[in-house]
């Protein structure tokens, strides 16, 4: 009996916990001048947070530290409980997706079939097992006929769902996606809702950062005011 109250007890903690953590963060690409200013907060994987903002006041900057590509100048950032000055930014990825802002950046294969595989057959992982995936996430995003495109040619909305299908073939735990609607159209961002709303669903924890206020709002549980590298509002819907 008592055995299961503890248990029940050290559930509740863990369920709790934040999935990415910030204490007293801050960052700054020039010395002596900071960007990210004594940012402390916690993000869940429960929650649907969207960070909003003006130009410049640091989202992506922040968005980047979050997802271990930088790492603070001062203060610390746990991700999943590891400090991520302590994590390789290959064990990052096995955690955390991040969407770039210009989806172009992160596309390095001469297909679409081999874009979004690139990291599994990187890891090693058998080739069966990624051609399933691979399909799998082709059909989730609508690129099966692309299969064979050069990625270069596709459209931004096709971009943008490819660079999607490469993160996510990694099953993370949090995805990190910075302006995931910029140059798309109505219905590929109603699509692109859906997909997110889904895999919250499922249990990704999820973090966008956009202006875009009728797509925060449609998919928003908390939303996050980013304005000169502070949090000045933090609000639960
Ligand atoms: N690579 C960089 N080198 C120097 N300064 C940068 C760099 N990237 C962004 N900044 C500066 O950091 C501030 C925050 O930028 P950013 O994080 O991109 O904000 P947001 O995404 O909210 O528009 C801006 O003043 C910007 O000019
Ligand atoms: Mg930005």
Redesign the pocket.
Known sequence: MENSKNLKEAYNEVILLGFIKLSNVCFG??DNQD?IKNISLELFKEDFTAFT??????????GKLMAGIFKPSRGDILIDGTNSKDLKLGAVGKKIGYLFQNPERQIFAPTVEEDITFSLIFKGVEKQQVTMKAQEMMEIFQLSHLRNQFPFTLSQGEKQRLALAGILINEPSFLILDEPTTGLDIERKGQLSSILKELSKRGVGMAV?SHDDEFIQNLSTRIID?VGGNVIADKRK
């Open positions: 690409y020039k960007i903002g003006p130009n410049g006041g640091g989202k992506t900057t922040l950062i980013i």
